[in-house]
C-alpha cells in the first residue's frame, strides 16, 4: 500500500524546515531560549532533526519511531513557542497574535503526525 500525498507533504515540510536551520542559523538563534546551552549547536541539531525524521517518515521500516520523534520534536519546540511571548526582545519582532496562533498549529502538527501511527 503506498503513502498517501500528503504524508509526502509533510516529510518535504519538515526536511525543508530542517534544512533551513543551516540555511539561515542566525534567524533560529535569535528565538532560542537564553536559558539554554551552545544555541548554535542546538539549532544545528534540530535542523538535523527535522531532516532525518521527515526523511525517515518515508521508509517503512523507519515510520512509526520517526512519528514519535516527531511529536516529541514538536512537543520541545514549544519551549520556543512559549519563550517567545515572554518579552518583546524574546519575540525577535513577531506580533503576538502569531506567537499566540503558533501553539496551536504546533498541536495541530502533532496531531497530523499522530494520525499516521
Keep these: 500500500m503506498s503513502s498517501p500525498w500528503y504524508l509526502y507533504l509533510m516529510a518535504g515540510l519538515y526536511a ?32 538535523l532533526a527535522e531532516i532525518v525524521l521527515g526523511i525517515g517518515i518515508c521508509i517503512p521500516k523507519l515510520n512509526v519511531i520517526s512519528i514519535y520523534g516527531i511529536i516529541g520534536m514538536l512537543a520541545v519546540f514549544l519551549l520556543v513557542h512559549f519563550y517567545m511571548l515572554s518579552s518583546k526582545k524574546a519575540s525577535a519582532g513577531f506580533p503576538k497574535w502569531l506567537l499566540i496562533l503558533r501553539i496551536p498549529l504546533q498541536f495541530g502538527l502533532m496531531y497530523w503526525a499522530w494520525w499516521y501511527l
Design 16 to 47: 525543508v524546515a530542517g534544512f533551513m536551520h543551516f540555511a539561515k542559523p542566525k534567524l533560529y538563534m535569535r528565538i532560542m531560549p537564553r536559558y539554554l546551552p551552545n544555541h548554535k549547536l542546538l539549532v544545528y541539531l534540530s535542523g
